[in-house]
């Protein structure tokens, strides 16, 4: 028994499961056998294995009329051709599998019009988006089959990449998984005046990174037994903004890649397979203040982070980016265009405002933990009628995380965005990488975390948010809670 077998089995016997899960994704793909194979066969061609390229999703910039920004969003089924033969049924937004990059600016009034085609009800949320609760699409916000339901709002905060999705209360795996995820990438003054790549398909790129498994008539595979539901189902196939193993032909410049995790239990350990170093310009919400130089990069799911790779010595040069943890390739850059620009990747990107810990007025502790057989947030589970936290609105508060297991989750909060001040009790375990804004952070194995906030401008005692771990079998057996800001 390896050890990860070893760690299955004692939190499935913590909460009462039997461990023969045997035919879970969880126990196949944790075989770490694909490191051996990338390390020889660096220095070779890759132009067999990587044979489709990357499919760039549509840059949507809405219709503005009397000064609103207008995006009209249908959901609907499609079918899919990931292998050279065969189809599978997938849903997408205005397309057969995810959706476009909707481009909003700060400041400007947006209605994102969700048309349901899909026959069966669902909702879409903005994560990362800071809206009021009415707008946020979360599970209180239905869409009945046939209906159009719209988020309207004022873009009000930093420039960032976040995303949209479904949010159906037990359902949002398996929405998800059908293909419902599009990429929503706020500009401000601050992303405009930056000297950053920003040719959208060109040198500024979207990773959307998701695992898949698939039967043998390519069909989705996603029928999670109880023990995928416990540990989060895992893929064995792995695309790139839905193409499995694509390429993308780029510049001899500075290429900045926007990656999303937007897989549903899936952490990686982002890499390239030759050791390249990157550097990390952006958090889920907004710019770090320095470029911070990193050589992997982890993100749970729903975590973003935004990246620039100096790849303008590298005429010629082919570099395969990888997930670690799987030891899997995921995308080959062939460095083969002559670049037409250059950037020089400023020092300081931004400056962010840093609440005081001092200045808190209330601390707020969440316990992740397995209670008869359910994951649960201070020992219970979501339910829709009931409020789990009131939050005063301008109030600077601390949110402790605390993850009493023995398994990786994540706690992500609606509408809001955060900093982190402390990892296991210490501000020194906080990464560079990690010091801008989120709205998603992932708290491995026994760990904890603590967050400060401020929930701003939107109050509305009848509607809640919610907080939940965005692990989303586990967000759909109800690992979740509500609150709301008054
Ligand atoms: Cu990605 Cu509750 O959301
Ligand atoms: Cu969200
Ligand atoms: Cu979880």
New binding site residues.
């Given amino acids: 028994m390896n050890r990860r077998q070893f760690l299955v089995t004692s939190i499935a016997s913590a909460l009462g499961l039997s461990a023969c899960g045997g035919g879970s994704n969880e126990v196949k793909s944790s075989n770490n056998d694909g490191s051996a194979t990338n390390n020889g066969e660096s220095g070779e061609s890759h132009s067999t294995e990587f044979q489709k390229s990357l499919f760039i999703p549509e840059e949507y910039k809405g219709v503005t009329e009397a000064g609103i920004t207008s995006y009209n969003l249908n959901l609907q089924q499609g079918s899919s051709n990931f292998f050279n033969s065969g189809s599978t049924a997938t849903w997408g937004i205005n397309s057969n599998y995810l959706g476009p990059t909707l481009r909003l600016r700060k400041g400007n009034k947006v209605a994102i019009n969700y048309r349901n085609k899909l026959g069966e009800e669902t909702t879409m ?1 903005g ?2 988006m800071h809206l009021p609760a009415k707008m946020d699409g ?1 599970p209180h916000q239905m869409i009945k089959a046939d209906e159009t339901w719209t988020s309207t709002y004022t873009v009000n905060q930093h420039a960032c990449t976040n ?1 949209y ?1 479904p ?1 159906l209360m037990g359902k ?1 795996a398996e929405h998800v998984m059908k293909g419902l995820a599009g990429l929503m990438i706020i500009d401000d003054d601050k992303s405009e005046s930056l000297d950053l790549p920003n040719r959208y398909g060109i040198d500024d790129i979207p990773l959307i990174i998701q695992d898949r498994a698939f039967n043998s008539d390519h069909s989705f595979n996603y029928n999670p037994s109880r023990m995928d539901r416990m540990m989060g189902w895992k893929g064995d196939t792995f695309m790139v903004n839905g193409v499995i193993k694509p390429y993308i032909d780029l510049e001899a410049k500075q290429i900045r890649f926007r990656i999303l995790n937007g897989s549903n239990a899936r952490v990686y350990n982002f890499a390239f397979v030759s050791g390249k170093s990157f550097k990390q310009i952006a958090t889920d919400n907004s710019f770090l203040e320095h470029p911070v130089e990193l050589t992997q990069l982890r993100l749970s799911p ?1 975590e973003r982070a935004e990246i620039v790779v100096d790849f303008s010595q590298d005429m010629g040069k082919e570099e395969i980016f990888m997930d670690k943890d799987s030891g899997k390739n995921l995308l080959l850059a062939n460095i083969k265009n002559v670049a037409t620009i250059s950037n020089t990747l400023p020092n300081t990107l931004i400056s962010l405002p840093a609440l005081n810990p001092d200045d808190a007025v209330n601390t707020r502790s969440f316990t992740l933990s397995g209670n008869r057989g359910r994951l649960v947030i201070n020992g219970q589970s979501m339910d829709m009628k009931v409020i789990n936290e009131t939050v005063p609105l301008n109030a600077i508060e601390i949110w402790e995380v605390t993850n009493t297991m023995g398994m990786v989750h994540n706690f ?1 909060i ?1 509408a809001t965005h955060f900093q982190l001040i402390e990892r296991n009790g210490s501000a020194n375990h906080i990464a560079d990488n990690e010091k801008g804004f989120k709205d ?1 952070v992932m708290i491995p194995p026994n760990e904890s975390v603590k967050l400060i906030l401020k929930m701003t401008d939107y109050s509305d005692n009848s509607s809640p948010y ?1 907080y ?1 771990c ?1 692990i989303l079998e586990h ?1 759909d057996q109800g690992m ?1 809670g509500q609150f709301v800001v008054v």
């Fill in positions: 949320h994560h990362g979360g995303w999705h949010h949002t729903a992500h609606h998603t919610i939940h965005h967000e979740m």
